[in-house]
């Protein structure tokens, strides 16, 4: 006997969510702000309710995924949510799940947060590498796992239902971080006539390199010695900036991604961790 699930949102993301559950036999309810776009999965097994009061009332199982929170207050509001199990799969901040969290069980339900690690075509696609992090009511995640597992892995991070927010937002700064720095490469090969397609692979491979990085960084940070197996020093790296910053110029790039990273740079070096890393600038930021 497969869960029945409400699911509020039919967006880009909801829709892909809403095509697994039906997929995998599970009843599904659902309700979108604009009707039409529930029609297609209508024709494809799904429940449409007419408000979303109607669509809470359903099912116990409560799925969200709008736009962001205050839509989801906007949506929710108008619904009793006594006794039900709320699983919030709308990004927001750590502070707005916690809030959304108290919010809920205030009007009596139970309630799960999620950050969804995953664009639309990964959801349901095992072999994608897309999950989902969970936050909030462990025992809410374990009753619905076997639900919740259909469109994408789960990844529980803790009882503090901002975590799943607080863990999404780190890994996408982090993806931002590296599309800055890929859109300055392409940058830099443009006026040349090179194809973009030559560069591509060589980066990918050298992210993936590189991505290892990460792990010493973690080991420097939980020792406070951010020397430790230091492969290339702050002094050398900070020593190389004018090549970086020369070419840019040279090929007519702006280096308006990168020079905040080397101002970092220089001003950890001059408070003398020459010797470190690139750990202490995380130092500099987290002040
Ligand atoms: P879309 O823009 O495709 O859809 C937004 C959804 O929110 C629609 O169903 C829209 O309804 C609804 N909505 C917006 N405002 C309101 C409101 N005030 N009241 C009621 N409903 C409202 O977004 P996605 O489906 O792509 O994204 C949904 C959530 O999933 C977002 O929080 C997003 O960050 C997250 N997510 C999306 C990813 C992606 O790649 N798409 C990846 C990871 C997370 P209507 O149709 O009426 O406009």
């Given amino acids: 006997e497969k869960t029945s699930v409400t699911l509020l949102g039919l967006g880009a993301m909801g829709s892909a969510l809403a095509r697994t559950w039906l997929a995998a036999g599970h009843p599904l309810t659902v309700w979108n702000r604009t009707p ?23 099912n116990t199982l409560v799925i969200v995924c709008l736009r962001d929170d205050a839509s989801v207050g906007e949506t929710l509001s108008g619904t009793d949510l006594a006794g039900r199990d709320v699983v919030n799969l709308t990004t927001g901040t750590p502070a707005q799940a916690r809030v959304r969290a108290a919010w809920a ?9 999620g950050g969804i690690m995953a664009v639309p075509p990964m959801i349901g696609a095992p072999g994608a590498g ?16 076997d639900t919740l597992g259909v469109p994408a892995g789960t990844t529980y991070v803790g009882e503090d239902a901002g975590f799943a927010a607080l863990y999404d937002v780190a890994l996408l700064s982090a993806m931002y971080g590296m599309f800055a720095g890929t859109a300055h490469a392409f940058a830099l090969i443009r006026k040349e006539g090179i194809d973009p397609a030559t560069l591509a692979p060589l980066l990918a491979d050298w992210l993936v390199a590189m991505a290892p990085a990460v792990h010493q960084t973690a080991d420097q940070l939980r020792t406070g010695d951010y020397t430790r197996g230091v492969v290339s020093r702050l002094a050398m790296q900070v020593a190389g900036t ?11 790039v702006s280096a308006e991604l990168l020079s905040p990273y080397f101002e970092l740079m220089r001003r950890r070096l001059a408070e003398g ?11 500099l930021l987290a002040r």
């Avoid at 999950?131 to 619905?144: D, N």
């Avoid at 961790?273 to 130092?283: M, N, R």
């Fill in 36 to 58: 039409a776009r529930a029609a297609a999965l209508a024709a494809e097994g799904a429940s449409v309710a007419d408000s979303a009061a109607e669509a809470v009332a359903a």
């Fill in 105 to 113: 069980r205030d009007r009596g339900a139970r309630y799960l947060d």
């Fill in 130 to 145: 897309g999950h989902v992090f969970y936050s909030g009511s462990r025992e809410l995640l374990e009753r619905h796992q």
């Fill in 242 to 252: 004018p090549t970086f910053l020369r070419t840019a110029e040279e090929q007519g």
């Fill in 273 to 283: 961790g020459g010797d470190e890393s690139l750990t202490g600038l995380i130092d």
